[in-house]
């Protein structure tokens, strides 16, 4: 029977050789780009600067808030303790078009704002915007 397609022409060397041979070169590429990255890693010891707005600007102050809460699970408005049952009718009246600002300290767990914000919404509010401080 006659061949339509010639062998391959494989100089010799067998299929294992021929695949070895044609990944020398991309193992050498990736060799010399891990060397690039550990030498630029090296060279940019510097830390980055901070960032503008993180830094604290002396005599700002403080954007209101509608509803401050602590860590010790107080509520607080205008600095006054505010009790669970007291709390909708000290907060204006849900509009959609002026969201309830709350301020949270930063130790404050999550679990303290999920019990505040099923509250807020079951009262009808459903625009909150939670304020907070950068960290130093």
Do not use: C
Not at 28 to 34: A, K, Q, R
Not at 95 to 101: A, F, M, Q
């Amino acid at each position: 029977m006659i061949e339509l397609v010639p062998p391959p022409a494989t100089s010799g060397k067998t299929l294992m050789e021929r695949v070895e041979d044609s990944l020398l070169p991309l193992i050498n590429l990736v060799f010399l780009l891990l060397l690039f990255f550990i030498v630029a890693g090296q060279l940019a010891d510097t830390p980055l600067p901070d960032l503008p707005a993180a830094t604290r600007a002396e005599g700002r102050q403080a954007p209101h808030a509608d509803l401050m809460i602590s860590v010790d699970k107080g509520w607080h408005i205008d600095g006054e303790t505010i009790s669970r049952e007291a709390l909708p009718t000290r907060l204006p009246a849900p509009d959609e078009s002026t969201p309830l600002k709350i301020a949270a300290g930063e130790d404050v767990p999550m679990s303290d704002l999920e019990d505040l914000l099923r509250l807020l919404e079951d009262n009808g509010y459903t625009d909150v915007i939670l304020l907070t401080e950068p960290t130093q």
